[in-house]
């Protein structure tokens, strides 16, 4: 499996990475450890989560996912054979949100006991946080990587001139620098990172892990009215796709999978790669979806695949 450096960090993550958000909530704990164990066997090695991960589930409290990674770690062991990427600042309780250094010191010793580890590799800032000033927040995640506690960080849902200022302000105090930038990016939702977002990464040599790869499952194929969406987890997100440019993109997914016998999900993955990302973030929750998930790690497309995509997915 090729593995790729994110940004200018150590880290060395293969062509796709496992969305957590998934474990504790569409997929109970032994599927979950299923699904970790095949994941682990194929060779690839993140996977991301978050700290309000699934929150928004009635009945939960944030922390599910962690809990369920935590638990796999536990008894599975093989620590230094995977890579875990979380993050914080989205509110979990009242008061506790952010990206202030009292908050984050309590954030991460949270996660950490619920990932039952000593340290997590990708820490991310889970949004900005205006109310904070930048070198305070740069300046904790500094205190948490010489603890050791953590060993690179990130940032997601960043726009392009705070992330640009966050850059000058580790270069300029000799700060840690966001290695990475999560974005929502896939080929039905474009551009808000397309352009000033991804020149900046481009420039700055800023790892790409874009989450909601496969738009909710639109880009699978299997939503093509509003009744496939009935009684599914994500599938009201879908509905709002339902239109011209989004029945032209799937058009061009079914000629590109008539053309190369690959799924829609797995071409809209490869996309993502042609497009220059470091590995798209995508989650199933069975082994089944996990197996076409992973097809997409050695599907390279062609030129001409690539610009169909584009055209039917420009505005």
Same mark, same amino acid.
């Given at each position: 499996?090729?593995?790729?450096?994110?940004?200018?960090?150590?880290?060395?993550?293969?062509?796709?990475?496992?969305?957590?958000?998934?474990?504790?909530?569409?997929?109970?704990?032994?599927?979950?450890?299923?699904?970790?164990?095949?994941?682990?066997?194929?060779?690839?090695?993140?996977?991301?989560?978050?700290?309000? !991960?699934?929150?928004?589930?009635?009945?939960?409290?944030?922390?599910?996912?962690?809990?369920?990674?935590?638990?796999?770690?536990?008894?599975?062991?093989?620590?230094?054979?995977?890579?875990?990427?979380?993050?914080?600042?989205?509110?979990?309780?009242?008061?506790?949100?952010?990206?202030?250094?009292?908050?984050?010191?309590?954030?991460?010793?949270?996660?950490?006991?619920?990932?039952?580890?000593?340290?997590?590799?990708? !820490?991310?800032?889970?949004?900005?946080?205006?109310?904070?000033?930048?070198?305070?927040?740069?300046?904790?995640?500094?205190?948490?990587?010489?603890?050791g506690k953590v060993r690179a960080i990130g940032a997601s849902n960043f726009k392009a001139d705070r992330l640009a200022e966050a850059l000058r302000i580790?270069?300029?105090?000799?700060?840690?620098?966001?290695?990475?930038?999560?974005?929502?990016?896939?080929?039905?939702?474009?551009?808000?990172?397309?352009?000033?977002?991804?020149?900046?990464?481009?420039?700055?040599?800023?790892?790409?892990?874009?989450?909601?790869?496969?738009?909710?499952?639109?880009?699978?194929?299997?939503?093509?009215?509003?009744?496939?969406?009935?009684?599914?987890?994500?599938?009201?997100?879908?509905?709002?796709?339902?239109?011209?440019?989004?029945?032209?993109?799937?058009?061009?997914?079914?000629?590109?999978?008539?053309?190369?016998?690959?799924?829609?999900?797995?071409?809209?993955?490869?996309?993502?790669?042609?497009?220059?990302?470091?590995?798209?973030?995508?989650?199933?929750?069975?082994?089944?979806?996990?197996?076409?998930?992973?097809?997409?790690?050695?599907?390279?497309?062609?030129?001409?695949?690539?610009?169909?995509?584009?055209?039917?997915?420009?505005?």
């Open positions: 499996m090729i593995k790729r450096r994110l940004g200018n960090s150590s880290l060395e993550i293969g062509p796709l990475v496992f969305g957590g958000n998934v474990f504790g909530w569409t997929a109970d704990e032994p599927t979950s450890f299923k699904l970790l164990d095949a994941f682990v066997a194929s060779g690839l090695n993140m996977i991301d989560t978050a700290d309000v !991960y699934s929150k928004w589930i009635p009945g939960h409290v944030g922390g599910e996912s962690e809990t369920v990674i935590g638990n796999w770690l536990a008894q599975r062991g093989g620590r230094d054979k995977v890579l875990i990427a979380t993050k914080l600042g989205v509110e979990i309780g009242p008061g506790e949100q952010g990206l202030s250094k009292a908050y984050m010191t309590k954030a991460v010793e949270r996660s950490l006991a619920r990932l039952k580890t000593d340290y997590i590799d990708l !820490y991310q800032a889970h949004r900005d946080d205006t109310e904070t000033p930048m070198e305070e927040t740069l300046s904790a995640f500094g205190e948490l990587i010489k603890s580790s270069a300029a105090r000799g700060l840690p620098r966001y290695e990475s930038l999560q974005p929502w990016y896939n080929l039905y939702d474009r551009f808000d990172f397309e352009g000033d977002l991804s020149q900046l990464c481009q420039r700055e040599n800023i790892g790409v892990i874009p989450y909601f790869s496969l738009a909710s499952g639109f880009l699978t194929g299997k939503y093509r009215t509003e009744k496939d969406a009935e009684g599914t987890a994500r599938g009201y997100r879908t509905k709002g796709m339902l239109n011209e440019r989004g029945f032209r993109i799937l058009k061009a997914l079914d000629t590109v999978s008539a053309d190369i016998g690959a799924t829609p999900a797995q071409i809209s993955l490869a996309w993502l790669v042609a497009r220059g990302v470091t590995a798209p973030i995508a989650s199933a929750t069975n082994l089944k979806q996990f197996e076409e998930l992973l097809g997409s790690t050695t599907l390279k497309l062609t030129p001409d695949a690539v610009r169909l995509l584009n055209d039917a997915s420009r505005t």
